[in-house]
């Protein structure tokens, strides 16, 4: 029965994949450099409200939804593993999952939490936005290779 719902799950998929991507690729090539121009204080009021207004329905629908949508496609490739592009579609599914909700919650989300809790005025809080801008991209950079591979593996599943 699952089997039928794959094409169109993948089809879902791979849409959600390629937005977070698309969302995560700009942050690393550009947002982010451009806050890590501003003086401290700046960049992490401007992240701070990045990351309050970046919680809405659209944005966790795209990245955590399509984090669930992988794991019926991990049950449909797995019971379905003879078939045309299963691999792709058990690639796919695993690399979006663990690199995109995952991450966000075990690496970017510990982050932005503790960018929060700084005094942006401060020493530390200067300290602390130089960490962030360090290790937090780096993660974001993680996110943004898994959901632009996830999207092509998801594209060669359905061939």
């Known amino acids: 029965m699952i089997a039928k719902f794959l094409p169109s799950l993948t ?19 550009f947002v982010m450099p451009a806050l890590a121009r501003l003086p401290a204080a700046g960049g992490i009021a401007a992240m701070n409200s990045i990351n309050i207004t970046v919680i809405t329905p659209t944005f966790m629908t795209a990245l955590f939804g399509t984090g669930l949508i992988c794991l019926v496609l991990i049950a449909g490739a797995i019971l379905g593993w003879g078939q045309p592009g299963s ?73």
């Open 11 to 29: 089809f879902v998929a791979a849409l959600g994949a390629g937005v977070v991507g698309g969302v995560f690729f700009a942050f690393s090539n």
């Open 87 to 159: 691999f792709w579609l058990l690639a796919g599914a695993l690399i979006y999952l663990v690199g995109n909700p995952i991450v966000t919650m075990v690496f970017n989300v510990p982050l932005n939490d503790a960018l929060a809790a700084v005094d942006p005025a401060s020493s530390d809080g200067a300290a602390a936005w130089a960490g962030y801008l360090s290790s937090w991209v780096m993660w974001n950079h993680v996110r943004a290779v898994t959901a632009i591979v996830a999207l092509g593996c998801f594209m060669m599943a359905r061939q």
